[in-house]
């Protein structure tokens, strides 16, 4: 699939605030004042922007409020709702730890467990996709939340924590590079099934539907070569998961911390764009495209 600019910016930067939120609702770190005020204010700014560059993916984004709308059926909507409360639910923690030094445990857990749900109900908006058997696999939550996990608690400054949970990430990053890279074979898609021609033997494209693009193609059927792709599966390793946890064993310091989440960051960059960009949609068929 295309991997929008949007698309990533909204996935890293709510996943790392969302993360945040959640290491400061459970108390890990707990601080008061003006500490509070800057770290609270930190996740709050990272959720919104990446809820903001969400908004603008949109193709009409006047309509954004409609997306509250379907939470029975759409994890689209059930992101919505949940960010939207875990936003409302953690307010009073947040206000009372910077203004009365007086943190607010219960509005803290709740919280932090809605920011939980959040960051899995972005994942599960890909995981459900059956048309995309790279995403509709169990290897795609863990790498939504490891992610999401490992960049809150370098934010917070758990440098215990972040290493632990880099670790896990870039195994989990690798498990779903390597699962995902048979999942498209395993569905057993091909182009008699797409076409439902299969019964009649093997099928195979004379033509095109049409020789010039469209927005099917431009959206989701994008082709990575495999060189290119394993060129950035390494550089997407070695920032986001190994490079920093290495980093965090060095004497602790602002530097080292501030260097981690640097790398951190643009390396989850680099994978979410892979994410997007490595997405086979079983549309690609009519194309010729798989």
Do not use: C
């Not at 469209?214 to 997407?236: C, D, I, P, S, W």
């Amino acid at each position: 699939m295309h991997p929008a600019p949007s698309l990533i910016l909204f996935t890293v930067l709510s996943g790392a605030g969302f993360g945040l939120l959640v290491w400061l609702g459970l108390g890990l770190r707990a601080p008061t004042g003006l500490a509070a005020f800057v770290l609270f204010g930190l996740g709050y700014g990272l959720a919104g922007a990446g809820l903001l560059a969400s908004v603008f993916h949109l193709g009409h984004p006047e309509r954004a409020l409609l997306a509250f709308t379907q939470w029975r059926t759409s994890w689209l909507s059930r992101e919505a709702v949940l960010a939207s409360a875990t936003l409302l639910v953690m307010a009073p923690n947040a206000a009372a730890s910077s203004f009365a030094a007086t943190p607010l445990p219960i509005f803290g857990w709740l919280g932090a467990s809605l920011a939980l749900a959040t960051i899995l109900a972005t994942a599960m908006i890909y995981t459900q996709i059956r048309a995309v058997p790279r995403w509709h696999h169990w290897s795609t939550p863990p790498v939504f939340l490891l992610a999401a996990l490992a960049g809150g608690a370098l934010l917070a400054n758990r440098t215990g924590i972040a290493t632990a949970l880099l670790v896990a990430l870039g195994l989990a990053m690798f498990a779903h590079w390597v699962m995902g890279d048979r999942q498209f074979a395993r569905a057993g898609s091909s182009t008699g099934s797409a076409t439902g021609l299969g019964a009649l033997g093997r099928t195979r494209l004379l033509e095109p539907p049409h020789s010039g693009q469209n927005y099917l193609l431009r959206e989701m059927v994008h082709v990575v070569g495999r060189k290119h792709a394993f060129k950035l599966r390494l550089f997407a390793l070695g920032l986001g998961a190994v490079l920093p946890a290495l980093i965090l064993l060095l004497p602790a310091s602002y530097f080292t911390i501030a260097t981690a989440l640097l790398m951190h960051l643009t390396g989850l960059l680099a994978q979410r764009w892979l994410f997007f960009a490595e997405a086979e949609h079983v549309l690609g068929l009519y194309y010729g495209k798989r």
